[in-house]
């Protein structure tokens, strides 16, 4: 699977769009890019996933570039709660394939 | 959505104590679950791959007969951490994905906190 690469946090202001990077440079043809956080003590939580087109779904959307080689998570309007470790994973799509975590990047959203 | 459900949230036991998690698909069926660990401050580990009607398939590093799992149904796979020690206090998360439908992502259950003592 390809290895991603992400920032190690990253503040945004509280109401403000909060935009999180993630680079796979490697990524192959029949991968996806999945975006996953975890809020503390919880379980990950799906957010979005894509293939080479924009997403958008009711907790944010996803920019991939035209070369796959890097995307974007947008949460449009962050807010105290969106406060989590957010993970970019890229993975062919297969229900057999576990999802292997990074250490992905820790999202502060200040008041 | 899909909801995976895991029992118990929390729990606390003596040394040598086997602990059982279940993990349970409330509303599809999964052929496939996975089981992660997570210490604090550090990201999941994947620990097995739990197959429905077959044997699981463990990590590098990962001692199967330390750690049991059983996927007997469609719905339900369990890990059992056997003769526990305070080493392997940690969170425990499955996840899982809906096996009958295409292009669906995996959800995860809200984990397992295990304190041994």
């Known amino acids: 699977d390809a290895k991603t690469t992400q920032p190690p946090s990253m503040d945004c202001a509280e109401g403000r769009a909060a935009n999180l990077p993630c680079n796979h440079s490697?990524?192959?043809?029949?991968?996806?890019v999945y975006w996953y956080r975890q809020i503390h003590s919880q379980g990950p939580q799906y957010i979005i996933h894509g293939l080479k087109n924009n997403e958008t779904n009711e907790m944010a959307s996803l920019i991939i570039t035209e070369d796959r080689k890097s995307s974007t998570l947008i949460l449009p309007h962050a807010t105290l709660r969106d406060t989590a470790v957010y993970y970019c994973?890229?993975?062919?799509?297969?229900?057999?394939?576990?999802?292997?975590f990074g250490k992905g990047t820790r999202l502060s959203v200040i008041a | 959505g899909a909801v995976v459900s895991q029992h118990p949230s929390w729990v606390i036991c003596k040394s040598g104590t086997s602990v059982k998690i279940e993990c349970r698909s409330l509303?599809?069926?999964?052929?496939?679950m996975f089981w992660y660990r997570q210490f604090p401050k550090k990201s999941l580990m994947l620990m097995a791959t739990s197959n429905e009607g077959s044997k699981a398939t463990y990590e590098q590093g990962v001692e199967k007969d330390k750690f049991l799992i059983n996927h007997a149904s469609l719905t339900l796979s369990t890990l059992t951490v056997t003769s526990a020690h305070p080493e392997d206090s940690s969170f425990y998360i499955c996840?899982?994905?809906?096996?009958?439908?295409?292009?669906?992502?995996?959800?995860f259950g809200d984990g397992t906190r295990l304190s041994i003592l």
């Open positions: 509303d599809f069926q999964a052929t496939t």
């Open positions: 996840s899982a994905r809906d096996s009958s439908m295409g292009n669906q992502p995996q959800h």
């Open positions: 994973i890229a993975l062919p799509y297969s229900g057999n394939t576990p999802l292997v």
């Open positions: 490697t990524i192959s043809g029949n991968e996806y």
